[in-house]
Nanobody, 115 residues
């Protein structure tokens, strides 16, 4: 059974930075697409960024140039570096691992951007 554990969330002021981590256990995820999603109160879960097994990346338009997704297959971990954070980035951030019909989710980590 695959487990994804997110960490690194918290409270940060507008313009600040956070780095989220997603540590996987139970299976090597080097062949999986790793993604970060977020869900704000009253809104649907949305894709933030994803990275393929060959490190091709995709970003939502509203985070391009501010967020960077990466992965370290040796550590079975994915990261999301978030810079220039805005209040509208406030949400619960979820890690996702996907390979064909297999998909796994973490429990989420809260990110709050507020002064």
């Amino acid at each position: 059974q695959v487990q994804l554990v997110e960490s690194g969330g918290g409270l940060v002021q507008p313009g600040g930075s956070l780095r989220l981590s997603c540590a996987a256990s139970g299976r090597l995820l080097s062949g999986y697409v790793m993604g970060w999603y977020r869900q704000a109160p009253g809104k649907e879960r949305e894709l933030v960024a994803r990275i393929s097994s060959t490190s091709t990346t995709n970003y939502a338009d509203n985070v391009k140039g501010r967020f960077t997704i990466s992965r370290d297959n040796a550590k079975n971990t994915a990261y999301l570096q978030m810079n220039s954070l805005k209040p509208e980035d406030t949400a619960v951030y979820y890690c996702n691992a996907n390979l064909l019909r297999l998909t796994y989710w973490g429990q989420g980590t809260q990110v709050t951007v507020s002064s």
